[in-house]
């Protein structure tokens, strides 16, 4: 795959998540309203943050 790489800045655009395994789409949301990462453990561990509603902004 020849894909830009996914920073925190763009990862911000996203409305959909998809996780595709041996069996095919393991998970899908297609109502993502926000969504963040993190790579942990030494760079052996990717996690995805998804939140299909946002956040109450405080005024």
Do not use: C, H
């Amino acid at each position: 795959m020849n894909n830009p790489p996914i920073t925190n800045d763009n990862v911000k655009n996203f409305n959909r998540l998809e996780i595709i395994d041996e069996n095919g789409r393991a998970y899908v949301n297609i109502d993502v309203k926000e969504i963040d990462f993190s790579v942990q453990d030494d760079g052996k561990t990717l996690k995805f943050f998804v939140r299909s509603t946002p956040l109450l902004q405080e005024e």
